[in-house]
């Protein structure tokens, strides 16, 4: 099973009781997501606020929750974990696979990103709409995955031979040559990591690559299918895009959910730069 959705696909499941879509939008440059989406949404979708949904006693961002905490996020958006959730994001494919990912990770069974996101449901003369849809509280029942996340000693390992490490950031900022985004944060890359921007996984239309097509994005990347392997960025976000793509390729992946922001802003931790 994809865990892609076409815009087609979801058009025709608008009005169905068990389908929820959500907006996950989130902009690394600080634009507001939540306006965005009163300006425009698909209808019926409630806005997933990323910043707002995470450990907020983290010093790091976008950490993931308890699942106690998870389950009352998603269950006053009127998500439970048995629905049909649909998520995308008004960049074509930048946050929504986080948040798919978080929703798969705490046990929802039947998470879909819709592919190419909003720029492509309008460019294909989907309706949006203005008004934002009044959900009825659920109960999601969360179950977390912990092999589904990878934290900082797991990337030791992997970096020490365990597994491959998969960086999704900008080629400028993996090879230290572009400041990173946040204060404190030393530039570079992980010694050993493997670097595969995001973007290389999509089509000029915002669509994910497929099939043969996508598994040769990860090989010219130095990724050996076969081995375990790690996703990272700067802060969480765009390495559930490699996870993504990994898992439309049927293979798992762990994520580091501290990412760089972690492993940069430490002392302790090696940093190369190209």
Request: proline share 6%; with cysteine.
């Amino acid at each position: 099973m994809s865990f892609l959705i076409s815009a087609e696909d979801l058009a025709d499941r608008l009005g169905q009781p068990n389908l929820r879509i959500v907006d996950a939008s989130w902009h690394l440059d600080g634009r507001d997501a939540r306006a965005d989406f009163a300006q425009a949404h698909i209808p019926g979708a409630v806005f997933f606020d990323l910043d707002a949904v995470s450990d907020r006693d983290s010093p790091l961002p976008h950490m993931m929750l308890t699942p106690t905490a998870f389950a009352e996020a998603a269950g006053a958006l009127g998500v439970a974990a048995d629905d049909l959730i649909v998520v995308y994001d008004t960049a074509g494919l930048f946050s929504a696979a986080r948040v798919w990912w978080m929703f798969r990770t705490m046990g929802a069974h039947d998470v879909r990103v819709l592919d190419g996101g909003l720029p492509l449901w309008r460019s294909q003369g989907y309706a949006v709409g203005q008004v934002a849809a009044a959900p009825q509280p659920a109960v999601f029942d969360a179950i977390a995955t912990p092999s589904a996340v990878a934290g900082l000693d797991d990337v030791r390992d992997a970096l020490d031979g365990g597994a491959q490490v998969i960086d999704a950031r900008g080629a400028a900022r993996f090879a230290g040559q572009a400041a990173e985004p946040r204060p404190g944060v030393r530039s570079g890359h992980m010694p050993g990591a493997l670097n595969l921007p995001f973007g290389r996984l999509l089509d000029p239309d915002g669509k994910m690559k497929r099939g043969d097509a996508l598994a040769q994005v990860f090989v010219d990347a130095g990724v050996d299918l076969d081995r375990p392997a790690i996703t990272t960025c700067g802060s969480g976000v765009t390495a559930a895009i490699l996870t993504l793509g990994l898992a439309e390729l049927g293979l798992p992946s762990r994520l580091y959910d501290g990412s760089w922001s972690e492993w940069g802003g430490r002392a302790d931790t090696p940093v190369q730069i190209d």
